[in-house]
């Protein structure tokens, strides 16, 4: 079983910036270590579907951005500290809405195929 604990949410105004973090913890010792995890970020705002924000595979050399953040966030992780970061910058007023961290050995984009989540974080920006 894989805990996942996001950080750093909250109110900012629009234009300006916010990191997320998220770190795994395991309750058995062997599960995280031999198996290697593609993290996902991934939002939902009131009276939508949760949606796609950022995956990175395990290596961080591959990430993938929805286009509605292409640009203005980035994804990056730290394996040593089992840790995904999502850097946003230039928010926006759309951008309000619970984040959520996913884990999943498969690298995919879909919130449905994640096996692991945490259990949100709150960023709400005011224009």
């Known amino acids: 079983q894989v805990q996942l604990v996001e950080s750093g949410g909250g109110p900012v105004q629009a234009g300006g910036s916010l990191r997320l973090s998220c770190v795994a913890s395991?309750?058995?010792?062997?599960?995280?270590?031999?198996?290697?995890?593609?993290m996902g970020w991934f939002r939902q705002a009131p009276g939508k579907e949760r949606e796609f924000v950022a995956a990175v595979n395990w290596s961080g050399s591959r990430p993938q951005y929805a286009d509605s953040v292409k640009g203005r966030f980035t994804i990056s992780r730290d394996n040593a500290k089992k840790a995904v970061y999502l850097q946003m910058n230039n928010l926006e007023s759309d951008d309000t809405a619970v984040f959520y961290c996913?884990?999943?050995?498969?690298?995919?984009?879909?919130?449905?195929?994640?096996?692991?989540w945490g259990q949100g974080t709150q960023v709400t920006v005011s224009s």
């Open positions: 395991v309750s058995t010792f062997s599960t995280y270590d031999r198996t290697t995890y593609a």
């Open positions: 996913a884990a999943d050995p498969d690298f995919t984009t879909i919130p449905g195929e994640y096996d692991y």
